[in-house]
């Protein structure tokens, strides 16, 4: 195992000594919840990413020290080959999701990048899941949640370091569901004990 994989893996740990919880691991989904305006635009847009046997396949990256090297090195890439602006600025729109072919974009479209460029790598799109939060001053925020089978990571254009999903100044809000990319799920707070995901 890699230095810094092990360094991310530590960070779970709840107390000295302690291992960290499943429950940590893991975000504890809700119900169904209702789909972001951008994510139907974009099917709308890009047909073929969003087919429903898309979504087919392995759930679970296996975290290796290539998955994790791999998993850095897009994270870091994509944050700093796009240039960020608001989709006013780019598009006269106040939300649109797209690939930032012109390079320039804001959160989501840093967030589908980096979901199409690992789903290249041959990950598995089931466990590459656009990720609806709130920040401190309650701005919503999109990044790309990557589960694996050591937990699941936070890939976030403000922040070149992948982080697990509790290590994160964020509140939770929904996600795609593992099952059908085009369900969204309730995601419920990681500052509260919870149990696995289902």
């Not at 106040?94 to 320039?104: A, E, F, I, N």
């Not at 589960?147 to 929904?174: H, I, Q, S």
């Given at each position: ?18 291992a ?10 809700g ?25 087919a ?64 790598l ?14 401190k ?55 509260v ?6």
């Amino acid at each position: 195992m890699s230095a810094a994989l092990a360094g991310a893996i530590s960070l779970w740990g709840t107390a000295p000594g302690r291992a960290a919880s499943e429950h940590l691991l893991y975000a504890a989904l809700g119900p169904e919840t209702s789909v972001p305006y951008g994510w139907l635009d974009f099917c709308h847009r890009y047909r073929g990413e969003c087919a429903a046997e898309a979504s087919a396949g392995p759930r679970d990256i296996d975290l290796t020290a290539k998955a994790y090297k791999d998993i850095q090195r897009v994270n870091a890439h994509v944050n700093h080959a796009i240039e960020p602006v608001s989709d006013m600025d780019h598009w006269g729109v106040v939300d649109r999701w797209d690939y930032p072919t012109d390079g320039k974009g804001d959160c989501e479209d840093y967030a589908l990048m980096k979901r199409r460029l690992l789903i290249e790598l041959g990950y598995p799109r089931g466990a590459l899941l656009m990720t609806v939060v709130k920040e401190k001053n309650g701005d919503g925020h999109a990044i790309l949640t990557v589960r694996t089978n050591r937990g699941e990571f936070v890939l976030d254009n403000m922040n070149d370091a992948v982080r697990p999903w509790t290590n994160t100044p964020y509140r939770f809000v929904k996600r795609q569901s593992q099952l059908d990319q085009n369900v969204w799920v309730a995601v419920d707070d990681p500052n509260v004990p919870l149990f696995a995901a289902r």
